[in-house]
C-alpha cells in the first residue's frame, strides 16, 4: 500500500514537473514576442483611446507578448476638455500624456530601434490623427511626424508586422504606397466616418478592404493588420474582440 502510494505520488511529481518545465518553456523570454506599441497621448479627444490602448495590451500581454511603450516627445496639437468636448488653452506633452497610459513605463519614440522588436501596434484616437500626424485637419494631404515615418518605414523594410486600429490605418496608407487597410465598412451608419476616409485613402493608391467591427485586415504582401475599432459606433466587447483579431494576426505574422 505504502509503495504503491510512494509510486503514484512519484508519477504525480514527475507529472506536476513536466507541466512545469513546459509552461517555463512557453513563458520563455527567448520565446516572446517583442512589440513596440506606440502612443499618441491619453484620451480620446486629443491622444490615444483608452479602450483602445488598453484592449492592445491585455490581447499582447495574453499572447505572450514582451511590451514596451513609445510616444514621441512634442506637445500635443491641442489639449480638450473630455467633460465639455472643448479645446481648452492648456499645453501638454505627447511622451508626458502617454505616460499615464503606460504607467510610467514609456520611451522616447526617438529611442526605438527596429532590431530590438519583431512587430509594432499603433492605437486609435484623435491623438494618431493629430499628434502622430496631420490627418484631423489635412486629410490625406496630412504630413507624419518624422520619428513615426522612420519607425513605418523601418518595420516594413524589415518585414516585421504592423498592427493599427481606428483611424491609425491612415499613417500606413500615407507612408506606404500601395497597401491594404481597412477603417470599417463603407456606407453603413454603424460606421458614420468610415466612408470619406476610406476614399481618402483610396485616392492616396491604397485600397481600403470593408472589415466589420469584430474582424481585421491582413495585408499579407506589407505585413499590415488593420482593424477598425471605434470608427464603428459598437458596444465595447465588439471593439476589443476586433482588437484581437489585429493583434492576433500582428503575432502570428512576427
Same mark, same amino acid.
Given at each position: 500500500?505504502?509503495?504503491?502510494?510512494?509510486?503514484?505520488?512519484?508519477?504525480?511529481?514527475?507529472?506536476?514537473?513536466?507541466?512545469?518545465?513546459?509552461?517555463?518553456?512557453?513563458?520563455? &523570454?527567448?520565446?516572446?514576442?517583442?512589440?513596440?506599441?506606440?502612443?499618441?497621448?491619453?484620451?480620446?479627444?486629443?491622444?490615444?483611446?483608452?479602450?483602445?490602448?488598453?484592449?492592445?495590451?491585455?490581447?499582447?500581454?495574453?499572447?505572450?507578448?514582451?511590451?514596451?511603450?513609445?510616444?514621441?516627445?512634442?506637445? %500635443?496639437?491641442?489639449?480638450?476638455?473630455?467633460?465639455?468636448?472643448?479645446?481648452?488653452?492648456?499645453?501638454?506633452?505627447?511622451?508626458?500624456?502617454?505616460?499615464?497610459?503606460?504607467?510610467?513605463?514609456?520611451?522616447?519614440?526617438?529611442?526605438?530601434?527596429?532590431?530590438?522588436?519583431?512587430?509594432?501596434?499603433? &492605437?486609435?484616437?484623435?491623438?494618431?490623427?493629430?499628434?502622430?500626424?496631420?490627418?484631423?485637419?489635412?486629410?490625406?494631404?496630412?504630413?507624419?511626424?518624422?520619428?513615426?515615418?522612420?519607425?513605418?518605414?523601418?518595420?516594413?523594410?524589415?518585414?516585421? &508586422?504592423?498592427?493599427?486600429?481606428?483611424?491609425?490605418?491612415?499613417?500606413?496608407?500615407?507612408?506606404?504606397?500601395?497597401?491594404?487597410?481597412?477603417?470599417?465598412?463603407?456606407?453603413?451608419?454603424?460606421?458614420?466616418?468610415?466612408?470619406?476616409?476610406?476614399?481618402?485613402?483610396? %485616392?492616396?493608391?491604397?485600397?481600403?478592404?470593408?472589415?466589420?467591427?469584430?474582424?481585421?485586415?491582413?495585408?499579407?504582401?506589407?505585413?499590415?493588420?488593420?482593424?477598425?475599432?471605434?470608427?464603428?459606433?459598437?458596444?465595447?466587447?465588439?471593439?476589443?474582440?476586433?482588437?484581437?483579431?489585429?493583434?492576433?494576426?500582428?503575432?502570428?505574422?512576427?
Amino acid at each position: 500500500m505504502l509503495l504503491s502510494l510512494l509510486h503514484h505520488s512519484g508519477r504525480s511529481l514527475l507529472t506536476i514537473r513536466a507541466v512545469q518545465t513546459l509552461n517555463k518553456s512557453y513563458h520563455s &523570454p527567448q520565446m516572446a514576442k517583442r512589440v513596440a506599441v506606440v502612443l499618441a497621448g491619453c484620451g480620446v479627444y486629443d491622444g490615444s483611446e483608452i479602450h483602445e490602448a488598453s484592449a492592445v495590451l491585455v490581447h499582447l500581454s495574453r499572447g505572450g507578448a514582451a511590451v514596451q511603450m513609445f510616444a514621441p516627445n512634442i506637445d %500635443q496639437m491641442h489639449v480638450v476638455n473630455h467633460l465639455k468636448g472643448e479645446p481648452s488653452e492648456e499645453k501638454r506633452n505627447v511622451l508626458v500624456e502617454s505616460a499615464r497610459l503606460a504607467r510610467g513605463n514609456i520611451q522616447d519614440l526617438s529611442k526605438l530601434s527596429v532590431k530590438d522588436h519583431d512587430a509594432i501596434i499603433f &492605437p486609435g484616437g484623435f491623438g494618431a490623427a493629430k499628434n502622430l500626424c496631420t490627418w484631423a485637419v489635412q486629410g490625406k494631404d496630412c504630413s507624419v511626424n518624422d520619428e513615426v515615418k522612420a519607425a513605418l518605414q523601418a518595420f516594413h523594410s524589415d518585414g516585421k &508586422p504592423i498592427g493599427l486600429c481606428c483611424i491609425s490605418p491612415v499613417l500606413a496608407a500615407k507612408v506606404l504606397p500601395g497597401c491594404e487597410v481597412t477603417v470599417g465598412i463603407e456606407k453603413d451608419n454603424k460606421y458614420p466616418d468610415t466612408t470619406g476616409t476610406a476614399a481618402a485613402i483610396n %485616392q492616396l493608391g491604397c485600397t481600403h478592404v470593408s472589415k466589420h467591427v469584430g474582424e481585421s485586415h491582413v495585408d499579407e504582401k506589407n505585413k499590415l493588420v488593420t482593424t477598425c475599432a471605434f470608427m464603428c459606433d459598437a458596444p465595447i466587447h465588439e471593439i476589443f474582440d476586433g482588437i484581437g483579431s489585429m493583434v492576433q494576426g500582428v503575432l502570428k505574422l512576427a
